[in-house]
């Protein structure tokens, strides 16, 4: 789930909303009542306040906004090589938060980018004699998202 989703905003939101809809969410997730819980609403969080202060608009001559972002075919194979090198590695402590943090990655491109990474890795992993369970289970749901 992308973290603006997992706050129920979208990418119109002013990072003020999210702020709020974070407070509202940390009643849930106190730092001493619960620290996991914490940890991964605050990644969301920074993920989601990034992502919107990262949003970078323009306006053309019409007065019309539109969103700049067109990642080149380069940072799309950089992006696959390194998810690549990273399910390559031997299972270590925190493999499967890492993993985690590559699954988001994904979820916030583009659907013209994150469903022929998906496809991509989903033919990387067939190839492999042993992958994690949660790996293929994160790629099978990637791939599964309705279009």
Aim: contains cysteine.
């Amino acid at each position: 789930m992308n973290p603006l989703e997992f706050f129920d905003l979208d990418e119109n939101t002013s990072p003020e909303e999210l702020k709020t809809k974070y407070k509202l969410k940390l009643r849930d997730n106190h730092p001493e009542d619960n620290p996991e819980g914490f940890k991964e609403l605050r990644e969301k969080y920074e993920t989601a306040l990034s992502l919107l202060e990262r949003e970078e608009t323009i306006c053309d001559t019409d007065d019309v906004v539109s969103t700049v972002q067109s990642p080149s075919i380069s940072e799309f194979n950089e992006t696959l090589n390194n998810i690549k090198s990273f399910l390559e590695r031997e299972l270590s402590p925190g493999y499967e938060r890492e993993w985690a943090k590559w699954v988001t990655h994904i979820e916030l491109l583009p659907l013209d980018q994150s469903v022929p990474l998906s496809k991509e890795l989903g033919v990387f992993v067939a190839d492999r004699l042993w992958i994690p369970s949660f790996v293929i289970r994160d790629l099978w749901d990637l791939l599964s998202t309705p279009v």
